[in-house]
C-alpha cells in the first residue's frame, strides 16, 4: 500500500520561536519538546527516520517553527520535506498536502501531531487500517488517543471533512461511523511537560526503549557521539552519554543516566547527576548539577519543581550557536548516517575500553 | 576571665547577590570581619539571585572570619538560594538553618523579639551580643561540614 506521512510540528506558544533562534532561552513549559534531542537527534528526526525504516515516503514536515534555520535545532533536510507556515495556515497547510498525495494515488497518509514520542509498528497500524476499511483509523493507548492517525486517501473530499474533525478533536463525536481504532501497546512517552523528556532520556539510556543514543557505545550503556573529547581525568559512569563534539574537562564527573547534549562543554570538577545538559550549553567549573535540565543559563531543577535563569556566564551559559559550516558539516554527517543504513534503532557493539580515555584526551 | 566576643550580626542579603551589591555588602562588613571572632549569619530569605561574585562573597566570607576564629552560617534560603548553592557545592561548606533565629541560636544566642530583653543578634553592623549560652539547638535545614553523616 502506498504511504505518504505528514508530520505537523506546532508551537502552541509563539515565545518559544524565538527560544530556539535567539540568545535567550524560553521556559520548557513552553516549548515542543519533541524538538529537543535527545541522546544526540531529536525525537523528531527519529519519527522521520522510524517512518521511513517502515517504507513511509514521503514524510512532509508541516509546522509553524522554521525548524531549517533555527541554529540550536537539528533538521535533516535530506529525509523529509519541510513546510514552515504561519501558525493559523497550519490546517490549510496539511489540507493541500493530502489533496496532493491523494491525487498522485497514494492510498494512505499517515498524519502525526508531534507531541509525543511512540515506538509504532507501521505495518500493523497500516494493516489494522486495511482490515477495517474505515476512513480513518485513530491510534490510542490505555490512556486515551495518541496524536496519530492514518487515513484513506481513496475519497479526498471525505478525508478532508474528516481532517478537519481530527484537528479539533471531535472525529468520534461527529463521524463515529467512517472511523475505527488501533489500540496500541508498545513504548510510549507523550512529552507533556519536561519531566516526561526527562523521562525518555533515562529510560532510552537504561535500555526501557528502543531509542537509541547517537554515537558509539564506548563501555557498556557509555555512549559518545562524533567528535566528543573526553578529559582523561573524567570519569563517565555508566549508564551516561556525551554528545557529539562535547567537552568533558578534568575530574567532571557524568553519572546516572546523565546526558549531555552536542556542543556542551562541561568544565573541570563539574559533576553531573541524573541530569540533562542541551546542546551548546557551557557548565562552569566546581558545580553539581544533579536532577536538572539545563540550556545555556536556564536551569529547571526536577526536584524542587524550579525553574529560572542564571546571568551569569562563569557558572551556566550558552556558547556560540552554530556557524552556517558547523551546521553544513551536521547535514551532511546525518546524510551519510542515513545512507549508510541508520544505526538510530540498532545498539551499536563496539567497546573500546583501552582508547576510551586516550583517545578522547583534550590537549591543554 | 571570660573574653568578650562580639555580637551575632544577622544580616538580609538583598534580591540580587550579584557583583554591583557585593562591593557595598563587603565594604559594610570589613570591619566586622576584621574583629576577633566574628559571628554572622546571613538569611538568604530574599535571595533570588546570585552570581559568582555572589558565591565569591559568601567564601571570602567565611574565610575571613574562620581566620579570626568566627563562623559564617546561613538561613532561611529562598527555593532559588537553595538551588545555587547545591549547584556550586556550596551547600557542602555552610550550615544553613531555617531561621535566623535557628542559626543564631547555634552559636549560643537568642534573636531578640519585641517582648525579650534576653539576647541579641543584630540586623545590622550595630547589635550588642552575650556569651553562648548553655543548649544549642540541632539546625533543623541543614549541618553542613558540621554535620557527622557528611564526615562519614
Known amino acids: 500500500m502506498r504511504t505518504a506521512a505528514i508530520i505537523i510540528v506546532q508551537d502552541s506558544n509563539q515565545s518559544s520561536v524565538h527560544d530556539f ?15 529537543l534531542d535527545v541522546l544526540g537527534e ?187 573529547r573526553v578529559d582523561s581525568g573524567a570519569r563517565i559512569l555508566a549508564p551516561a ?15 546516572r543516566a546523565a546526558s549531555v547534549e552536542r556542543n556542551c562543554e562541561v568544565d ?8 540533562t545538559v542541551l546542546r551548546f550549553s557551557y557548565l562552569g567549573p566546581g558545580l553539581e548539577v544533579a536532577h536538572t535540565l539545563v540550556d545555556g543559563g536556564r536551569l529547571l531543577h526536577l526536584a524542587r519543581n524550579l525553574e529560572f535563569e542564571i546571568q551569569d556566564r562563569r557558572l551556566l551559559g550558552r556558547l556560540r550557536s552554530p556557524s552556517p559550516l558547523l551546521r553544513l558539516r551536521d547535514r551532511v554527517m546525518a546524510r551519510v548516517r542515513s545512507s549508510a543504513s541508520s544505526d538510530v534503532f540498532v545498539p551499536t557493539d563496539s567497546p573500546e575500553p583501552a582508547s576510551f580515555h586516550t583517545a578522547g584526551e583534550i590537549t591543554p | ?55 565569591d562573597m559568601l567564601l571570602r566570607c567565611v574565610s575571613d572570619a574562620t581566620k579570626r576564629d568566627g563562623d559564617l552560617k546561613l538561613a532561611a534560603p529562598s527555593p532559588r538560594a537553595l538551588v545555587i548553592l ?18 543564631a541560636a547555634s552559636y549560643g544566642v537568642t534573636l531578640m523579639t519585641e517582648n525579650s530583653d534576653e539576647t541579641l543578634a543584630s540586623g545590622s553592623s550595630n547589635g550588642n551580643g552575650t556569651e553562648p549560652g548553655e543548649s544549642t539547638p540541632e539546625p533543623q535545614l541543614r549541618s553542613g561540614r558540621r554535620s557527622d553523616s557528611d564526615v562519614a
Open chain 1, 21 to 35: 533562534s535567539g540568545a535567550g532561552s524560553a521556559p520548557f513549559g513552553n516549548r515542543n519538546l519533541a524538538l
Open chain 1, 42 to 228: 531529536s525525537v523528531l528526526n527519529r519519527t522521520i527516520a522510524r517512518l521511513q525504516r517502515y517504507g513511509i515516503q514521503p514524510i512532509s514536515v508541516v509546522s509553524d517553527i522554521d525548524i531549517a534555520h533555527a541554529p540550536r535545532l537539528s533538521w535533516d533536510g535530506a529525509t523529509a520535506d519541510l513546510e514552515y507556515t504561519e501558525a493559523g495556515e497550519l490546517l490549510a497547510s496539511v489540507e493541500r498536502l493530502l489533496f496532493q498525495y491523494s491525487r498522485q494515488d497514494f492510498k494512505a497518509l499517515v498524519l502525526i501531531q508531534l507531541t509525543a514520542y511512540a515506538e509504532l509498528d507501521y505495518f500493523d497500524v497500516l494493516r489494522s487500517h486495511r482490515d477495517q476499511g474505515r476512513a480513518v483509523t485513530t491510534v490510542q493507548d490505555g490512556e486515551g488517543p495518541l496524536p496519530v492517525s492514518v487515513f484513506n486517501l481513496k475519497h479526498e473530499e471525505q478525508c478532508a471533512e474528516l481532517l478537519r474533525s481530527f484537528w479539533n478533536g471531535s472525529l468520534w463525536h461527529r463521524n463515529r461511523s467512517c472511523a475505527s481504532r488501533y489500540v496500541f501497546n508498545g513504548y510510549l512517552n507523550r512529552l507533556e511537560n519536561p519531566y516526561e523528556f526527562r523521562r525518555l532520556v533515562t529510560d532510552a539510556l537504561t535500555r526501557r526503549c528502543e531509542l537509541r543514543p547517537l554515537g558509539r557505545e564506548v563501555r557498556p550503556r557509555v555512549w559518545l557521539g562524533d567528535g566528543a
Open chain 1, 241 to 255: 552519554y556525551v554528545g557529539a563534539h562535547s567537552k568533558v574537562r578534568a575530574a567532571a564527573l557524568v553519572t
Open chain 1, 268 to 275: 573541570c570538577g563539574t559533576v553531573i547527576d541524573d541530569a
Open chain 2, 1 to 55: 576571665m571570660r573574653k568578650t566576643r562580639l555580637p551575632v550580626l544577622v544580616r538580609q542579603l538583598p534580591q540580587s547577590v550579584n557583583a554591583e551589591n557585593v562591593r557595598v555588602l563587603q565594604g559594610e562588613l570589613d570591619s566586622f570581619l576584621k574583629a576577633d571572632g566574628p559571628r554572622l549569619v546571613f538569611d538568604l530569605s530574599q535571595v533570588e539571585e546570585m552570581d559568582a561574585a555572589g558565591v
Open chain 2, 86 to 103: 547545591e549547584l556550586t557545592q556550596l551547600d557542602r561548606l555552610f550550615e544553613i538553618f531555617e531561621t535566623p533565629a535557628e542559626a
